[in-house]
């Protein structure tokens, strides 16, 4: 199984920041690497596909990016609506297995 | 736009089945995979496994041996039966649609149901 270790595990950050969360999988992949967001009690939602790919009607301070075994996910001029949790996910092989999450503060 | 929609019982007892199912409305069943994922109560997300719409079937080595997907393409439903669950398999159960790319490789889950929570408990 690839295993996909997220960090940091929570992070506080204020309206306007700009914060990376990373993703460092355990083997070498192709990009089959997304990202979601997740708030409370909710369903997560699909931000990026294939590591770099905005999903449509994601604004566009959300970005990815990365390659071999360390992707990243970028959140540019935080907005109040941005402080959820994080999770990647690995496309490149099954068993499909996520991060643990990133979670996002408010400072 | 295509929804998802789980059902199911809240409430399973220990060493019995759980049986859930996934109703995909205002979009086709067809030519996608369709995943169940759960959520344990504080903790990250768990893939069960998937199946395509033409049965094939994927799971997680983890429950491998106690799981089934099963599709009905006519009722555009798809199903998960978890069998002899304890307390560590309560938990928000969600199904959703994975995009395929090629080569057995997958991009993201682009839809997702809104999750049913199921407790096991005697």
């Known amino acids: 199984d690839i295993q996909m270790t997220q960090s940091p595990s929570s992070l506080s950050a204020s309206v306007g920041d700009r914060v990376t969360i990373s993703c460092r999988a355990s083997q070498t992949m192709a990009g089959y690497v997304n990202w979601y967001q997740q708030k409370s009690g909710n369903a997560p939602t699909l931000l990026i596909s294939?590591?770099?790919t905005l999903q449509s009607g994601v604004p566009s301070r959300f970005s990815g990016s990365g390659s071999g075994t360390d992707f990243t996910l970028t959140i540019s001029d935080l907005q109040p609506e941005d402080f959820a949790t994080y999770y990647c996910?690995?496309?490149?092989?099954?068993?499909?297995?996520f991060g643990q999450g990133t979670r996002l503060q408010i400072k | 736009q295509v929804q998802l929609q789980e059902s199911g019982p809240g409430l399973v007892r220990p060493s019995e089945t759980l049986s859930l199912t996934c109703t995909v409305s205002s979009g086709s069943i067809y030519s996608y995979y369709w995943s169940w994922i759960r959520q344990a109560p504080g903790q990250g997300l768990e893939w069960i496994g998937h199946i395509y719409y033409s049965g094939s079937t994927e799971y997680n080595p983890s429950l491998k041996s106690r799981i089934t997907i099963s599709i009905d393409t006519s009722k555009s439903q798809f199903s998960l039966q978890l069998r002899s669950v304890a307390a560590a398999d309560t938990a928000i159960y969600f199904c959703?649609?994975?995009?395929?790319?090629?080569?057995?490789?997958?991009?993201?889950?682009?839809?997702w149901g809104q999750g049913t929570t199921v407790t096991v408990s005697s």
């Open positions: 959703a649609r994975q995009q395929y790319a090629y080569s057995d490789h997958f991009f993201g889950m682009d839809v």
């Open positions: 996910q690995q496309g490149h092989s099954t068993p499909i297995t």
């Open positions: 294939g590591a770099f």
